[in-house]
């Protein structure tokens, strides 16, 4: 989360869920940003990781005015 809020282009964010059954929400500036963030330090170190405990990864992108709530984004 550190890594998050300290990069590039980040709005806002929020999460749910424990352990193997997590979401998280969050909203970025541009595309680029999020892309940057998502490839480096921390945040590619634990994506790495997360292959080892969850079997389903998924990730969802979309363009919108508003941050959407967890029924809006499909969970």
Request: aromatic share 12%; charged share 25%.
């Amino acid at each position: 989360m550190h890594q998050t809020m300290q990069s590039r282009g980040f709005i806002r964010m929020k999460n749910k869920g424990f352990w193997n059954d997590r979401c998280t929400l969050s909203a970025w500036q541009k595309m680029e940003d999020v892309k940057s963030f998502a490839q480096i330090g921390d945040h590619q170190t634990a994506m790495k990781q997360s292959k080892e405990i969850s079997n389903k990864i998924i990730t969802y992108t979309y363009a919108t005015e508003q941050f959407p709530d967890w029924e809006s984004a499909g969970h």
